[in-house]
DNA sequence: AAGGCGTGGCT
DNA sequence: TAGCCAAGCCT
């Protein structure tokens, strides 16, 4: 089944960096984190700054985390930022420097879960692991399965379903190749089906392409959140030179309480450092 | 396991 | 316009 995909991906297939021929396994790691629920378009520019400047994980685990958080500019979930600097030394420390090639070690490491993981295995090494992110839980979902979207959460259904239809031979071009559909064609809001490799087989479109049924799917609220408050503190520090005083961050947001809070919670998470005098800086940390 | 966590483009 | 959405992870 499916077996129009990777003829369609040999056609289709943007050209992306990171699947290029002299694509190293840090990259494909590096592009792996920052495509974590962001899109392609704002990811290269900020890629290729990446692994020019640190084109090692050994020289990125040199700098301060900082410095990461800082190069990461508004890709966003700055998180991610300061869990690729401990990957980088965890990869350091505990691998010799090389990123490791096994699911069970790179799942191991900070920011990386199951799909990273499955990626990297995949992507960089040419394993076979199911590769389930969004676009391939769509393409199944609709394809296979009839139903517009794909549950909310990922079920014991889908990876089962998944690894049967991985092939022995070549699977990280199968995974690419469905992920593409789902970047490209099989699309959440308006897909392109006239296009579709798959449309003749499709169970979704078989079954008359019915509207989403089930729990309503969850949004983010964004305006008035603490995430919208840490959005901006982040940007006044990742901006600035050095430290910054409590005045100037106190001018992104009125409300205090939550202006406190959030300020907490970036402390918290290690994302800003608090030095005496009501002083604040991106964290020059060990972690 | 449900919700928190950035950012900006698109419809 | 205001949501919706983008190669998730973590707790």
Redesign the pocket.
Known sequence: MLDALIPWYTTHARD?P??AEDRTPWGVLV??IM????????VEPVWHAWVRRWPEPADLAKEEPGEAIRAWG??????RAL?LHGAARAIVDEHDGRVPSSYEELIEL????????A?VASFAFGHRHPVL???VR?VLARAVSGRRYPP??TTAAERRLAEELLPYDDAPTWSVAI??L??LVC????PRCRDCPLTETCAWRLAGSPEHDGPP??????AG????V???L??VLRDADGPVGKERLDAVWADGVQRER?LD?LVADG?VEPLAQGYYRLPSGPA
């Open positions: 992306l990171w699947r592009s792996e495509l974590q629920q962001t899109p392609v378009a704002r508004r890709l966003g979930y700055p998180r869990r900070p920011g990386i879960g199951d799909y990273t993981a990626a992110d969004t676009n769509r909310n959460a992920m593409e789902g970047a699309t959440a809001r308006a799917r969850r949004g983010q609220a964004w959140t603490d995430r919208q840490r959005g901006r982040m940007a959030a919670g994302l």
